[in-house]
């Protein structure tokens, strides 16, 4: 069975059993706890904690995973993998024990086929009915059934819901290892690969577990791993899903798989890093220096790293994406879709990391060859740190390497000068504290979920009820409304302000966010008091929010326009949309150039002089992708989605406020673009009055400059030009007038000097000419010069020298006198300091040389 057919055998024989067929999410978890998505159930983890609702009692999935703990091991075992898929099933208190039973063991010996004689069960020690039912309902024999202890339950922490499990393991027979099942047999012989657990308590602090109202299953059997077993194979690499991969790593290193164990651990972890790399970028990761980013850089230089070092010289990404997406990509077409941006995101990084092997090699091979020698056993933490800091060298890559001497790395010392060297950042939390969130689900459970009425401005006041008050610390508190116009922060557009008044009290709200996944939390302060059930008036505030709604739908258009002009690569990272300005992270490669945003801001501005209407319909999300609507990252959309078009180029998913008619918008200005990280750019624009009053800040300024240079506001570059050009011509004359002192100095100093060293103060020079200085005495004959001198406070210090002398160290020696540093070669090397008290001490030193 090859993986299209395990695919469509696993998710139609569900489908066939009532259950609702979920397309997988994205490896990035909308859970704020979980770097990647990790398991087939996170995407599902609202509907079991009961914060949403799930639009169907039953679900399937083939979801895709990610994990990063096994990185380090990847290649050199036949089994272990970063991106996986994991196949489940998944009740909502639908089914429970008896169900998940039946429905696995029907799928495992009729659908896969697998002989019920090669298979094992597990249960936990306490759960009898999992037993009965393995035994009594299926006919699992009774001796192929055991108990287990912790291995075999399964929870969320140390509070929530929790449950018993099962697992079901597949035999290889006794070439792998010894008899005795699960419990006791070989590891290598008893693979488990389905787990079924049953979500039957809720768990109290102190460890006291009541029965769940609500019993819920979730099921997880690794893709890879089913295939590997149904294929009868020892290896994950060994399926059809790897085969391209692995002929592919093969070329890069021209070497064939099954050679010899060297070379296929290579192989195996250039093919197993390359499909990962692939899938994340697909799904939004970018390579960076931290989080998810980090992880995917280190990923890309692993794989190179490994073939570099079989004697690769060309690119890997084409070949790798390439072999991909031959497996992969009718089950995700996406990949298809992008696969021009990721070959690029992937070859940029590529190239950037073969630039900083050379360099960190170089150095790395001169310092293990040298510990080496000298009998060390481990490279220092200050090595490791400057080909880190210097050079880009990851540590994980200086372990590899040095570990293939039989070196360590010390790791202390690395993390040690790590700290001295980083400024730790901070994070300032904009959430309340609160002593339990079951207020919130309190209030949920009575309530239910939160209603936004206030999209229209004939809504930005109504009547509506109080439903409770929460008191928080320093005064603040939380307030729930029955039906509120106030706008949530989502999606990057913040949450408005405004009041709740009723008789007895006035609450100022300064922020608005989404609480509990369905709750609407007014955060402000109370004067007065406000009782459950009392009736008042919200008021949001009109101004703040007309001029949000304006700069967020200039962010759609500066989004199509984006897209437009530098290519459908273009995706937004994340946004930042106030009253006051818009914020817009995308992911592109290189700087926006002058032309492309003049391009942009014209496509732009055209849709809002064009004035159409900003139409949005509610329809199901496959609907709205096949509309062409685009998603922006991050967000997390239901099966009804709210799709915004804004003109004739913006087509896109989005719950937030928007203009009427894009002339509303006014103008849209540009007030920055630049780069916040690898691959992602940044650009924070204005739209409307604020664009109006840099408009005037702007020429208020261009007036006064044309003041200074007395000329009119047309003819203010040209003016400035003509000035420029004459400071230019007077910075030659300058220049030339004291390079002529200079030579002068030069032939003084030869006359008056006797031997062959020449040691002189000369102010008023800065390093570069004491350099020139420098060369040109030792050209006269002599075989060290030093020349040291005061400029704007600072001093310079060069030394020159015919290689009797070492420069590079004794100007170090010489500029720690003053305070500072610097460095060059052994034959020349400049330095400087801001001590200029130790001016003379240096001298005095510099003569002893």
Known sequence: MDAARLRSTFLDYFAREGHRV????????????????????????????????????????????????????IGTTQRHLTFFEMMG???????????????????????????????????????????????????????????????????????????????????????????????????????????????????????????LPQQNIDTGAGFERVLSILNGVDSVFATDLFAPLLDAASRAIDTPYGRDEESDVAIRRIAEHGRAMTILVSDGVLPSNEGRGYVLRRLIRRAILAARRHGATQSLIEP????????????????????????????????????????????????????????????????????????????????????????????????????EQRERARANSKNLRRADDGHYHEILERHGSSQFVGRDVSRYSIETTALAVLAGEDGESELFLELTPFYAESGGQVGDRGTFVTESGRFEIHDTQNVAGGLIAHRGRLVGEILPGQSGVATIDPLRR??????????????????????????????????????????????????????????????????????????????????????????????????????????????GTHVSRLGDIGQIQVVSEGSIGANTRRIEAIS????????????????????????????????????????????????????????????????????????????????????????????????????????????AVVVASDGSLDAARSVKDLAALVGGGGGGSTQLALAGGRDAGGLDALLHSAAQL
């Open 22 to 73: 979920v397309p997988s999410a994205s490896l990035i978890p909308h859970d704020p706890t979980l770097l990647f998505t990790v398991a087939g159930m996170v995407p599902f983890k609202p509907y079991f904690l009961g914060e949403q609702t799930p639009p169907s009692p039953r679900a399937v999935s083939i979801q895709k995973c990610f994990r990063v703990p096994d990185i380090d091991i």
């Open 89 to 211: 099933n998944f009740s909502f208190g639908d089914y429970f024990k008896e169900g998940a039973i039946q429905f696995a063991w029907g799928l495992i010996t009729e659908g896969f086929g697998l002989d019920p004689d090669r298979l094992w069960v597990t249960v936990h020690h306490s759960d009898d009915e999992a037993e009965t039912l393995w035994r009594d309902l299926v006919g699992v024999r009774p001796e192929r059934i055991q108990r287990l202890g912790a291995d075999n339950f399964w929870d969320m922490g140390e509070t929530g819901p929790c449950g018993p499990c099962s697992e079901v393991f597949f035999d290889k027979g006794p070439q792998f290892g010894a008899d005795g099942g699960p419990a006791t047999g070989g590891e290598d012989r008893f693979i488990e690969f389905w787990n079924l657990v049953f979500m039957q308590f809720e768990k109290a602090p102190g460890g006291q577990m009541t029965e």
């Open 320 to 419: 790798l994406v390439n072999a991909t997406l031959e497996k992969m990509g009718e089950a995700y077409p996406v990949l298809v879709n992008d696969r021009d941006l990721i070959v690029e995101t992937l070859l940029r990084e590529e190239a950037g990391f073969s630039r900083t092997l050379r360099a960190g090699m170089t150095l790395l091979d001169e310092a293990r060859t040298r510990l080496v020698a000298e009998g060390a056993t481990e490279i220092p933490g200050d090595v490791a740190f400057r080909l880190h800091d210097t050079h880009g060298f990851p540590i994980e890559l200086t372990s590899e390497v040095a570990a293939e001497s039989g070196l360590g790395v010390d790791h202390d010392g690395f993390e040690r000068a790590m700290t």
């Open 546 to 655: 007309e001029a949000t709604r304006r700069n967020h739908t200039a962010t759609h258009l500066l989004h199509a326009a984006l897209r437009e002009v530098l290519g459908d690569h273009v995706r937004q990272q994340g946004s930042y949309v106030g009253p006051d300005r818009l914020r817009f992270d995308f992911a592109h490669g290189g700087a926006v150039s002058a032309e492309e945003m003049g391009e942009i801001l014209a496509r732009a501005n055209g849709d809002v002089l064009h004035n159409p209407e900003v139409e949005t319909v509610e329809t199901s999300k496959e609907q709205a992708e096949h509309m062409g609507a685009i998603a922006f990252f991050g967000d997390k959309y239901g099966d009804v989605v709210r799709v915004v078009r804004a003109g004739e180029h913006s087509l896109e998913f989005c719950g």
């Open 688 to 795: 409307a009055m604020s664009a109006l009053e840099r408009s005037r800040e702007l020429e208020g300024s261009l007036g006064a400059v044309a003041t200074l240079l007395r000329t009119s506001l047309d003819d203010v570059v040209p003016a400035l030009g003509r000035v420029l050009e004459r400071q230019r011509d007077l910075e030659k004359e300058i220049q030339s007038a004291r390079q002529a002192q200079l030579d002068q100095m030069g032939a003084a100093l030869s006359r008056e000097s006797e031997g062959d060293r020449i040691v002189a103060r000369i102010d008023g020079y800065p390093g570069d000419q004491l350099r020139v200085l420098a060369q040109s005495l030792q050209r006269s004959g002599r075989r060290v010069v030093v020349l040291a001198g005061l400029v704007e406070d600072k001093v």
